[in-house]
């Protein structure tokens, strides 16, 4: 393998540019004109180094499933008022009617496409369990994950986060990168929030007959999880109210104190209207008491609707539900026309401005859990480039030092080899965006210290060629095109670690993979190829080499 | 005069001491393991909960801390000192995770501290929280990761090599990875991702050397074969003929990697530290254990051999 010094030297030069150019964006700014005509695009620092966020959640899109099978039920309910739902594990949803309405719900059940997997009879009742297709449960599940991935986007951008990333990941989760954001909480509040807005009825009558303050106490005292599970509350309190009510709670926040109470609200379960009906939210103030509340805006079918409900039951109180919490119960004093309704609920403006956000994004279709979660304060990612960069400097600088000491020349040689490294790895970095983390700064330093092995490999090769009395023409030939088999072979292996490790790592440690495989690519080059048309370079300057400095 | 560690021509009959070796590994290995044993100190990433760095502005002591921190009911508490002497840095890990997006561990933390050590007087750098199920995934990644590394190398070298040195370089690759990991327990230090990351790269660079030696060894083979008849004199020649390089490349990685290890900063330290002892350990096995395992296993496949024969 023969070089020949001078057309290494143009296609070094032109690499050289190249780089430059790939590089000179990350390190300052550029030129108006040069936008368009060169590429501009930056190495980006990872949120280890960066500060922010980061997230993985996992959509619960077997609820999404639930919902589905429960809504389909439910259906039936206006054929036959007896019926009773119950859903069972495994995505199945038990149905239970009176024994004289089984050939009914057997006929009719086909229609809401419900698949029968089982029948019973008990205690006069007659029970099938029933589930949907594998297909349609896939479905689902996909489009639940879709629209949750979607109804996030919205959100972040409607928060306002500069240079958000908002991923699907495997099958059910979505990984969420905020950089820079100064209040994790509150992205998280807002990500979080389920955001189902519901419109019910509040059932005064019956609520005049039980005392469900009293009812709520004995449940909670039963189970005191029932007191933030409206879901379990409702189960403890099953039998003690009407079959069609649920009760909820309404927050209520002082004005004076900011003291929240909640006080529990007799409900008719069946919603009147939903937020899939709100076309626009907006945060509006109260100039009275100098505090914000959320207009909405309802569709045109929401609007008619909205009118015709306010219509049939004036002098009713409506219960607006967000997410099983009551905001506020106002008493529905005429027909509403025109489509516009208000959100009150002594809300600060933060959470007027979230919940408005909220609505104008759209509700999840199944609620989200958080799997992982790590957050990193600016402060500590700039100490951690200080160290990097430090680190890289002073392990480079011994390097150079050891190298020029031991070899000489041909020592000076790689350490020229090991400069242009690093000028390549960061090219290709900014060249692919390339996201650069706190173990990816550690891959370079390591690149430092293995970029030079190669040439050490070569050199102790040359050496020993030298000995055995060859001239050091012949040595440099045969030093180079012995030794460069012998690199490939420890430098593919290396490769296929960092490659599993890519596959393998998340956030950081993939950083580190990167730098490590360009490291490993690009020492290759620099240390055979460049080191050797230097050293040919000065073999022909010279008039009879006899000696080399190695 | 050129500078040279190791006289040129020195020849050392590695392959004699192999008792030695073996002894010597065999020990540092049943210790690691028996330390496996006795508990690993698996990090959040692997045993789920949620991690702060915490960084006070005044003097705080450990048993303060750890009081209001213990009174949440958040699950285990584990607290230490983390980075320089005096720095009031701690880093503060609890069972528990806040998956339910309401109200955050760190909120609940920063509330109580707030509340003891007044506003202001400490800032949550780091926050760090992995549920149970994403901690059991990433545990059998892990190992899956550095598993499906080694298969790829055992492949890779036995296409390069014959089958008995990938076997040599496969075995001294797990010997280096547990040694190291083993090292790392007995000092108390965390089993993360990072570790595992730590652990690859070994996987990878620490066979650099090997492959030197195995490289010089297919040579000599092939430049000896009427001198030199025993395998093991060819490898004692092989390995050192290649010595000083063996030896330098280690050196440069090491430099840097001490550079990284007292430059680098708290959160890189035990990446470093994990690969300052896997070179050490693995430019001692490419010098006394792979040659001597590729030589145990030519015998016992030859042995066999004849066995079948007969």
Redesign the interface.
């Known amino acids: 393998m023969k070089v020949n010094p001078r057309v290494q030297f143009i296609i070094l030069a032109i690499l050289l540019i190249i780089s430059f150019i790939l590089i000179l964006p990350s390190f300052s700014g550029v030129p108006e004109w040069w936008k368009g005509l060169l590429p501009d695009q930056k190495i980006n620092l990872g949120l280890?180094l960066k500060g922010g966020m980061y997230l993985?959640l996992e959509v619960e899109s077997d609820k999404a499933v639930e919902t589905t099978l429960e809504n389909r039920a439910q259906r039936l309910k206006k054929d036959i008022p007896e019926l009773q739902t119950k859903i069972l594990p495994g995505l199945k949803i038990a149905i239970s009617v009176p024994l004289s309405k089984e050939d009914e719900l057997k006929a009719k059940i086909s229609d809401v496409r419900l698949k029968v997997v089982d029948t019973k009879i008990e205690n006069d009742k007659f029970t099938l369990i029933a589930t949907l297709t594998q297909r349609e449960i896939r479905e689902i599940k996909n489009m639940a994950v879709e629209q949750s991935l979607e109804t996030i986007r919205n959100r972040i951008d409607q928060f306002g986060v500069a240079e958000p990333s908002i991923q699907r990941q495997g099958e059910d989760r979505i990984a969420v990168q905020l950089p820079g954001i100064k209040n994790?909480?509150q992205a998280?509040?807002l990500?979080?929030k389920t955001a189902r807005l519901e419109f019910k009825l509040v059932d005064d009558e019956n609520m005049k007959k039980i005392n469900i303050q009293k009812l709520v106490d004995e449940a909670i005292k039963e189970n005191p999880k029932a007191k933030d599970d409206p879901v379990l509350l409702n189960r403890l309190l099953k039998g003690k109210i009407p079959d069609d009510d649920e009760v909820l709670f309404e927050r209520r926040v002082d004005r004076e104190t900011g003291y929240v109470t909640r006080i529990p609200l007799l409900l008719k379960k069946t919603p009147l209207l939903t937020g899939d009906m709100v076309s626009d939210a907006r945060v509006r103030e109260n100039y009275q008491f100098n505090e914000p509340y959320v207009a909405i805006e309802f569709t045109s079918d929401g609007a008619d609707l909205f009118a015709q409900i306010t219509g049939e039951y004036v002098g009713k109180r409506l219960a607006i539900v967000l997410d099983n919490t009551v905001y506020s119960a106002p008493v529905i004093r005429e027909r509403i026309p025109g489509g516009r309704a208000q959100i009150t609920g002594n809300f600060t403006w933060d959470e007027a401005r979230e919940l408005a956000i909220v609505l104008r994004a759209g509700a999840l279709p199944a609620p989200?859990?958080?799997?992982?979660?790590?957050?990193?304060?600016p402060?500590?990612g700039e100490?951690?480039i200080r160290?990097?960069i430090?680190?890289?400097i002073?392990?480079?600088i011994?390097?150079v030092v050891?190298?020029a000491?031991?070899?000489?020349v041909s020592g000076i040689i790689a350490d020229f080899a090991l400069i242009l490294n690093l000028i390549f790895m960061l090219a290709i970095l900014a060249a692919f965006q390339a996201t650069l983390t706190?173990?990816g700064?550690?891959g370079i330093?390591?690149t430092?210290?293995?970029a030079?092995?190669a040439n050490?490999?070569i050199f102790?090769r040359i050496?020993?060629e030298l000995?055995a009395g060859k001239t050091p023409r012949a040595a440099i030939d045969a030093g180079y095109s012995?030794a460069v088999?012998?690199i490939l072979?420890?430098?593919?292996?290396?490769?296929?670690?960092?490659i599993?490790?890519f596959?393998?790592?998340?956030g950081?440690?993939k950083g580190?993979?990167v730098t490590?495989s360009i490291g490993i690519i690009t020492s290759m080059y620099t240390a055979i190829f460049v080191t050797r048309a230097i050293q040919e370079f000065i073999l022909e300057k010279r008039a009879s080499p006899q000696t080399i400095s190695? | 005069m050129?500078?040279e560690f190791i006289k040129?021509g020195t020849i050392i009959r590695f392959l004699n001491y192999r008792r030695f070796a073996y002894l010597f590994s065999g020990t540092l290995i049943v210790i690691s393991i028996i330390s496996f044993f006795f508990g690993l100190n698996l990090g959040i990433d692997f045993a789920g909960g949620t991690e702060l760095?915490i960084k006070f502005n005044r003097n705080v002591k450990i048993s303060e801390l750890r009081k209001t921190i213990e009174s949440l009911h958040l699950g285990d508490v584990s607290i230490q000192r983390f980075g320089e002497m005096g720095a009031n840095s701690f880093l503060v890990r609890v069972e528990k995770?806040?998956?339910?997006?309401?109200?955050?561990v760190?909120?609940i933390v920063s509330e109580a501290l707030e509340k003891k050590f007044g506003k202001n007087s400490f800032?949550?750098?780091?926050?760090?929280?992995?549920?149970p199920?994403?901690g059991a995934e990433l545990r059998r990644?892990?190992i899956?990761?550095i598993l499906?590394?080694l298969i790829?190398?055992l492949i890779?070298?036995a296409l390069?090599f014959e089958f008995s040195f990938a076997v040599g370089a496969v075995l001294a690759l797990v010997h280096d990875v547990t040694i190291t990991a083993g090292m790392m327990n007995i000092l108390h230090r965390e089993f993360n991702?990072?570790t595992?990351?730590a652990l690859?790269?070994i996987?990878?660079?620490s066979?650099?050397d090997t492959?030197?030696v195995f490289?010089r060894i297919r040579?000599n083979m092939r430049k000896l074969k009427d001198k030199v008849k025993d395998l093991a004199e060819i490898m004692n020649i092989s390995i050192s003929?290649?010595l000083?390089?063996t030896v330098?490349?280690s050196?440069?990685?090491?430099?840097?990697?001490?550079?990284?290890l007292?430059?680098?900063?708290d959160?890189?330290r035990d990446?470093?530290l994990a690969?300052f002892i896997g070179i050490v350990i693995g430019t001692y096995s490419s010098i006394f254990v792979a040659s001597p395992l590729v030589l145990a296993w030519d015998s016992y496949t030859r042995k066999r051999k004849k066995k079948g024969r007969s």
């Not at chain 1, 072979?489 to 960092?498: G, K, Q, R, S």
């Not at chain 2, 800032?123 to 549920?131: C, D, F, M, V």
């Not at chain 2, 007292?262 to 900063?265: A, E, P, T």
């Open positions: 280890d993985v994790p909480q998280i509040d990500i979080g989200v859990k958080i799997l992982q979660k790590w957050t990193v304060g402060s500590l100490d951690s160290r990097g430090m680190a890289t002073v392990g480079g011994l390097v050891f190298m000491i031991y070899y000489g706190l173990p700064i550690a330093v390591l430092i210290g293995m030079v092995d050490i490999i102790e050496r020993e000995r012995r088999i012998t072979d420890a430098n593919v292996t290396t490769l296929i670690a960092a599993v490790l596959q393998f790592g998340s950081p440690v580190f993979a490590l190695i | 050129p500078l040129p760095h995770t806040s998956s339910s997006l309401k109200k955050g760190s909120n800032k949550i750098l780091r926050e760090e929280s992995i549920g199920k994403v990644k892990g899956e990761a499906f590394a790829g190398i890779y070298i390069r991702l990072t595992i990351a690859l790269t996987v990878g660079y066979l650099n492959i030197v490289d040579e003929e290649t000083s390089r330098l490349t050196l440069t990685t090491l430099l840097v990697v001490i550079a990284l007292v430059l680098g900063g959160i890189i990446f470093a690969l």
